[in-house]
């Protein structure tokens, strides 16, 4: 089984990124289920934007991190919150993934069907849920499977600060709810791959 995380984190490699952190943890304890994890820094690749698959200029890289998106069976998308939203990137990578509810695989069933989305947020303010929210409603739009507690977050709270995932001591109850996460999202893809949802009547 594969899982791929999308960053959404406004920050490129190699600049340290809460965001990739939190995955990481999340990426070990799908580890523990027998899950192979790949993460993608989307701000280190030129995604154009738009609504489709296929590239929009010579320099757009999407259509690679999109076949990676379709051979996974769990997707996670991961963001900073700014200004109490979901990043720009992460909106983005949602924003070309709308193509696919126009696509369907070999057995008519659209391409998202059987993949299973997971969520996570970091950052020093307030939003976690509301981006939750936004992010598990395009998924859901565009036909992943979104379970109960598929997600975790950190967050230091209201106000500005330097606090961040990375050099917090607080992060016990992100980490059980990262657990819970990984564990909900292993078992819902491992049902739905015995019991695929097959093509819906029109």
């Known amino acids: 089984m594969r899982a791929i995380f999308l960053n959404g984190s406004l920050k490129r490699s190699p600049e340290p990124s809460s965001t990739q952190a939190l995955s990481e943890y999340v990426a070990q304890q799908l580890a523990t289920h027998g899950v192979e994890s790949s993460h993608v820094r989307l ?113 230091k709270g209201p106000g500005p600060g330097e606090e961040e995932y990375r050099t917090s001591d607080e992060t016990e109850w992100t980490h059980t709810t990262g657990d819970a996460m990984a564990h909900v999202l292993f078992h819902t893809a491992t049902a739905l791959a015995a019991h695929p949802i097959p093509a819906p009547p029109s």
Not at 53 to 65: C, K, L
Not at 85 to 104: F, G, H, N
Not at 125 to 137: C, K, L, N, Y
Request: charged letters at 20%; hydrophobic letters at 45%.
């Open 43 to 155: 701000a280190d690749h030129t995604i154009e934007p738009g609504v489709v698959s296929e590239a929009v200029t010579d320099a757009d890289e999407w259509p690679a991190i999109r076949e990676q998106i379709v051979a996974a069976d769990i997707v996670v998308f991961a963001t900073a919150t700014w200004l109490g939203q979901p990043s720009s990137v992460i909106k983005r990578a949602l924003e070309r993934l709308d193509a696919m509810l126009s696509e369907t695989g070999d057995d008519g069933a659209p391409l998202a069907y059987n993949k299973v989305a997971g969520f996570i947020v970091v950052g020093n303010e307030d939003g976690a849920h509301h981006s939750i929210a936004e992010m598990a409603g395009a998924a859901n739009d565009i036909g992943f499977t979104s379970p109960g507690q598929g997600w975790t977050y950190w967050n």
